[in-house]
């Protein structure tokens, strides 16, 4: 299982930014892929998941403003971020669990971080 995560950079605020994770060695029928960041001096937080049944879920602060997508035939999920803010800032990370229907800590398999930086 391999995951790898890109996109990232800076933008203004208010701007967007659009992040892939290209996944290998499973699929989504059988696997829950989240998005996850990490600020300087922060705790890494949840950002948005997809289950198994394509349902997807996103953490208060970023509703209406992310909007993760998926691709099956091409193995990647996308994170549209739009109306950026300074307070996204942070290296953002795409995980996998293996578990049928919903969007379960802990995740097994991570990829390596992006780095997005909300700036003016």
């Known amino acids: 299982v391999q995951l790898q995560a890109s996109g990232g950079g800076l933008v203004q605020p208010g701007g967007s930014l659009t992040l892939s994770c290209a996944f290998s060695?499973?699929?989504?029928?059988?696997?829950?892929i989240g998005w996850f960041r990490q600020a300087p001096g922060k705790e890494r937080e949840g950002v948005s998941c997809?289950?198994?049944?394509?349902?997807?879920y996103y953490v208060r602060s970023v509703e209406g403003r992310f909007t993760m997508s998926r691709d099956d035939a091409q193995n990647t999920v996308y994170l549209q971020m739009n109306s950026l803010k300074p307070e996204d800032t942070a290296v953002y990370y795409c995980?996998?669990?293996?578990?049928?229907?919903?969007?379960?800590?802990?995740?097994?398999?991570w990829g390596q971080g992006t780095q997005v930086t909300v700036s003016s």
């Open positions: 995980a996998a669990v293996k578990t049928k229907g919903r969007c379960s800590p802990p995740y097994d398999y």
């Open positions: 997809t289950t198994t049944y394509a349902s997807t």
């Open positions: 060695g499973f699929s989504l029928d059988a696997y829950a």
